[in-house]
C-alpha cells in the first residue's frame, strides 16, 4: 500500500487549495480511505473520509470540504474552499484495514498513510 500526498501550500483565508494523494495497492471503493491532519502540538483530527463514494466530513470542515475519488486513477482529492486559520496543519492521505467504515471522530483505525503535505492559512 502506498499514499502520497501534495498540493500543499500557504494561502490567504478564504482561499482554496486542493490536496492530491496518489495511491497504489487498494481498492478505493472498498477501503475506508481520508484525509486527517496534526498541527504542531495538537492531536490528529480526521478532516474528511470516503468509501465507496459514501463522503464523511468532520463538522468545522463540511460546507467547506469535499473529498472525492477516482478508481481508476487511483487518486483521491480533498478540494478545500473558505479556508481558515485554524485548517492550518500538516495533512495526511491514510487508508484503514479491510472493513472498517467511516467516521471523523478520531477512531477510525488508519493504518497507512503518506508523508504529508502542509497547509498554511496565516491569520
Known amino acids: 500500500v502506498q499514499l502520497q500526498a501534495s498540493g500543499g501550500g500557504s494561502v490567504q483565508p478564504g482561499g482554496s487549495l486542493t490536496l492530491s494523494c496518489k495511491t497504489h495497492?487498494?481498492?478505493?471503493?472498498?477501503?475506508?480511505t481520508g484525509w486527517f491532519r496534526q498541527a504542531p502540538g495538537k492531536e490528529r483530527e480526521d478532516a474528511a473520509c470516503l468509501r465507496n463514494r459514501n463522503a464523511y466530513y468532520v463538522s468545522s470542515a463540511k460546507g467547506r470540504f469535499t473529498i472525492s475519488g477516482d478508481r481508476v486513477k487511483e487518486m483521491v482529492y480533498l478540494q478545500m474552499n473558505n479556508l481558515k486559520p485554524e485548517d492550518t496543519a500538516v495533512y495526511y492521505c491514510a487508508t484503514s484495514p479491510w472493513g472498517a467504515t467511516c467516521r471523523t471522530d478520531g477512531s477510525l483505525p488508519y493504518e497507512s498513510w503518506g508523508q504529508g503535505t502542509q497547509v498554511t492559512s496565516p491569520a
Open positions: 495497492g487498494f481498492n478505493l471503493d472498498m477501503y475506508a
